[in-house]
């Protein structure tokens, strides 16, 4: 079947302008997670769904940056008047409902860059 | 709070020679650790979870409490087992399991 979809891949900024990013998680999976992957680091947390209420946003790095997920299926992340630093890799994640082992399975990425 | 530590950025190994990848944790309760990969060109995947205690692709992983490590072992690297190696945690958290990834060791296996 198919896997976790991102769209666009890439996405090209100028500074300032705001972007949105979106996810389609596997059919059925209640979780979904979005990660920043700054060049050469791992994924870091931004935001986790349980369906769709947001549980924790808590990585998110500043009131710049919205996520949501009104449908509990397909989400989107939200960056407000870009800056540099929000270049990275963003990466989606959903996971089945289940116990703490389910692993988690990831879209492509999309590519942020800010000028 | 959870954190997880791979202090190799970058490993190589000839074809055939013994792979060690490290991987400590930080977590002051039962954490549940994991091995993802991300082969060139293609997604980040899971290798293998602790609890499974299985072998994949040759590679093997044993839970350490006392050292709190989480090292990834393979007897004889081959050549398409190049690729970023990612160590995982995933603990309890808010009432949900918060996954924290580690920097990534970039395995280079030389012909």
């Known amino acids: 079947g198919a896997g976790v979809s991102q769209s666009p891949r890439y996405k090209v900024a100028k500074r300032g302008q705001d972007v949105a990013l979106r996810c389609d998680p596997i059919?059925?999976?209640?979780?979904l997670f979005w990660y920043q992957q700054a060049l050469g680091q791992g994924p870091e947390f931004l935001t986790y769904?349980?369906?769709?209420?947001?549980?924790?946003k808590s990585g998110l790095p500043s009131d710049r940056f919205f996520a949501e997920r009104p449908e509990g299926s397909v989400s989107t992340l939200k960056i407000q008047r870009t800056q540099q630093e929000d270049s990275a890799v963003y990466l989606c994640?959903?996971?089945?409902?289940?116990?703490?082992?389910?692993?988690?399975?990831f879209g492509p990425g999309t590519r942020l860059t800010v000028l | 709070a959870q954190r997880v530590t791979q202090p190799e950025k970058l490993l190589s190994v000839f074809k055939g020679a013994p792979v060690e990848l490290k991987c400590n944790y930080s977590?002051?309760?039962?954490?549940?650790l994991f091995w993802y990969v991300q082969y060139s060109r293609q997604r980040l995947q899971l290798l293998l979870r602790?609890?499974s205690r299985e072998s994949i692709k040759g590679f093997t992983a044993d839970l350490n409490k006392g050292e709190t490590s989480f090292h990834l072992k393979k007897p004889f690297a081959q050549e398409e087992d190049s690729a970023m190696y990612y160590c995982?945690?995933?603990?309890?958290?808010?009432?949900?399991?918060?996954?924290?990834f580690g920097i990534g060791t970039k395995l280079q296996v030389i012909p």
């Open positions: 995982a945690l995933s603990a309890l958290s808010g009432g949900y399991q918060k996954v924290t």
């Open positions: 994640a959903s996971s089945p409902p289940g116990g703490p082992y389910n692993e988690q399975f």
């Open positions: 059919s059925g999976h209640v979780s």
């Open positions: 769904f349980q369906n769709e209420a947001q549980l924790d």
């Open positions: 977590y002051s309760g039962s954490p549940e």
């Open positions: 602790h609890i």
